[in-house]
């Protein structure tokens, strides 16, 4: 019985943490659903300046409900993904946006991790290669195969 | 058969070098403030904007009372700790002669924002009073306080987050204010 209570409890906590994340949301009312939509895109993809590493969607911080509220204004008033993007990137640099643009200083976010796995994967191919030959250097020449047939019949 | 060993050490030597050089990109990394931001006004005009003053609500000021001098710019608000602390500081660099105008950043109330100035005194030109921070918003603000130096043609030269002080006036913001003071009177003359 105190087993199921114990469940009913951690299940109803559970729950209530997820109305309470929901409830920062709550209060933005959309009548169209594509507007919703670019709304929640874009609160995920804004990251809140005064944190570090939350989106505004994540972040109880003032700072973040402002800029929550401005984005809703704009997508309200018909403002396009890449509208409400460049305000924020003007006003908080490319910091404000989770994907931050190709140029110099990005370079390396950019490109490493595929160099990375360009690199592995060459790695793995020489020294699988290397291997090969390896194997192919045990094959016997006929003397030396006829000395092990010649051995074998010894016993 | 030298060559291939001058090879092998070279292969070697590749982890060694990739472990040095990450090495050294996180011991600068240890040594670098994440929450200190770069404005991405630095070089641009300021935003235009249409405020109220903060003692005579029914006075309008814009954009135009950031240009004619080098000025500063502070951003600050009564909740905020760290103004209340700079605030001294603010006080010593305006009897310096330095032209600071104030951005009160959604303070609590009209009244409490005054107060302040009355008892710790009053160490700005005028004060803007930002009441929902959309103001601040334009100029990037994302906390109190922010000061920018901003130069006789109203462009953003430098923002620096977090108080004034003596170190602070030592270090890049004061040198960059003095140094605009000196090429903007040299100009002049």
């Known amino acids: 019985m105190t087993r199921v209570l114990r469940r009913c409890a951690l299940i109803s906590a559970v729950l209530l943490s997820f109305s309470i994340a929901a409830a920062n949301l709550e209060t933005y009312q959309f009548d169209d659903p594509a507007k919703e939509a670019l709304f929640r895109e874009l609160i995920d993809e804004l990251r809140c300046p005064k944190c570090q590493n939350q989106s505004i969607a994540d972040s109880d911080a003032p700072l973040a409900k402002d800029l929550r509220d401005r984005t809703y204004a704009m997508v309200q008033a018909g403002a396009s993904k890449r509208d409400v993007i460049e305000y924020m990137v003007t006003r908080y640099g490319d910091f404000a946006y989770y994907q931050p643009p190709v140029q110099t200083s990005t370079l390396v976010l950019w490109v490493l991790p595929s160099a990375v796995v360009v690199i592995g994967a060459l790695v793995i191919v020489v020294s699988v290669r290397r291997r090969q030959t390896q194997v192919d250097d045990e094959q016997l020449t006929a003397e030396e195969q006829a000395r092990l047939d010649a051995l074998r019949k010894q016993d | ?189």
């Open chain 2, 1 to 189: 058969m030298t060559e291939g060993r001058a090879m092998r050490i070279a292969i070697l030597a590749i982890p060694l070098v990739i472990f040095i050089v990450l090495v050294g990109f996180l011991l600068r990394g240890l040594f670098s403030d994440p929450t200190e931001l770069s404005s991405a006004l630095v070089g641009k005009p300021v935003p235009e904007f249409v405020l109220p003053d903060i003692y005579q609500p029914e006075t309008l000021h814009d954009q135009s009372v950031l240009t004619g001098q080098v000025v500063l710019l502070n951003v600050w608000a009564t909740w905020c700790p760290t103004c209340r602390a700079e605030h001294e500081y603010l006080n010593q660099l305006a009897a310096k002669g330095v032209a600071i105008i104030g951005l009160n950043y959604k303070d609590d109330s009209r009244a409490k924002a005054v107060n302040w100035l009355n008892t710790l005194g009053d160490p700005y030109q005028l004060n803007l009073f930002d009441e929902m921070g959309s103001v601040a918003l334009d100029f990037g603000v994302y906390g109190a306080p922010e000061t920018f130096l901003i130069d006789a043609d109203g462009v953003v030269h430098y923002r620096h987050v977090g108080d004034v002080n003596e170190r602070v006036w030592a270090g890049e913001l004061g040198q960059r204010y003095r140094a605009l003071v000196e090429a903007q009177s040299g100009g002049a003359s």
